[in-house]
Nanobody, 125 residues
Framework: VQLVESGGGLVQSGGSLRLSCASS????????IGWFRQDAGKEREAVGC????????VYADSVKGRFTISRDNAKNTVWLQMNSLKPGDTAVYYC???????????????????WGKGTLVTVSS
């Protein structure tokens, strides 16, 4: 199972980026998918999650109203649209999942089995 994030980069404060999480060997359609981020020297933070059952989403308060998670099952891809970016959003962003990960406990991350390698988002002021 391989998860691959892409779409990171350098953006000015107030700008937007769209990250993708693609998979080979694992059908994302039937799993809740979480997004997490971690900045250097800080603890990993849950960003949000999308459910497989109805594509409903849940977000951390820090990104609510600015970030949107969606999925394209035909492309086996989950997206993280990030708008109104702030310098505090600077981090490496990861997608993660496993058969026992659910959005009802979306900020659980310590024992998630499948992770991508991450994509770096840098927001300049």
């Amino acid at each position: 199972v391989q998860l691959v994030e892409s779409g990171g980069g350098l953006v000015q404060s107030g700008g937007s980026l769209r990250l993708s999480c693609a998979s080979s060997g694992f059908d994302l359609e039937y799993s809740d998918i979480g997004w997490f981020r971690q900045d250097a020297g800080k603890e990993r933070e849950a960003v949000g999650c999308i459910r497989d059952s109805d594509n409903s989403t849940v977000y951390a308060d820090s990104v609510k109203g600015r970030f949107t998670i969606s999925r394209d099952n035909a492309k086996n891809t989950v997206w993280l649209q990030m708008n109104s970016l702030k310098p505090g959003d600077t981090a490496v962003y990861y997608c993660a999942t496993d058969p026992y990960y659910f959005c009802s406990n979306y900020d659980r991350s310590d024992d998630i089995f499948y992770w991508g390698k991450g994509t770096l988002v840098t927001v300049s002021s």
